[in-house]
């Protein structure tokens, strides 16, 4: 029964070492874009001053360049606050205590989940959103399934479903649209506004 208990524990510490690597991607992807988007965005702000007399006279170049100038103040705040980066180093120091913990031979149960316990505790936990990502980018990209042990010994499949599937794609589509709409709105409005 001890060894059951075991091998599902182990099941369990796996799948959440393989979410946790999705966390540190994203943390990842979310630090290279926002530092891009502020690089964007001050280049933009440099642009506004340079190309001012290709500009109508009607566009109201001082009160854009103020609110660029802001924006790119507060984003900079709101992206040094979250810490992509440093949230991704927590992340990977996390799931590779996982993965030494899973790989431990011959250990109790009650020491492992001690261990598995102890690590869970000591990370900022990851989100939902991270869990279907590995859970959709294994089963339906990848084809390979998610296999793990019950406590009563039984097999349990993990598989995508449509729910799941429709989450990973929303959230997706929502990143973008935040990346792209705003480059595009503004883009659109200097092409009416220029001489």
Known sequence: MNEIKIKALKGRIWITAKTRMQAEKRY??????????LCLLSFLAICLGVFSEYIHQDFPLSEVSIVVSVFIFGASIIVFGFSFGESAVLQRECYLRLQ?????????????????????????????????????????????????????????LIDWNWQILLSVIGRSAFFLAIMILPPVTFIAVFMIFRN
Do not use: M, Q
């Not at 990842?28 to 988007?37: M, P």
């Open 28 to 37: 990842r992807l979310y630090d290279v874009v926002s530092h891009i988007y």
């Open 100 to 156: 030494k913990a899973e790989g431990e031979d011959e250990v109790e149960y009650e020491k492992l989940h001690n261990i598995y316990c102890d690590i869970n505790s000591s990370y900022p936990n990851h989100s939902t959103a991270d869990y279907e990502f590995f859970i959709v980018e294994r089963t339906f990209w990848h084809k390979k399934s998610i296999e793990y042990y019950s406590y009563d010994g039984k097999i349990v």
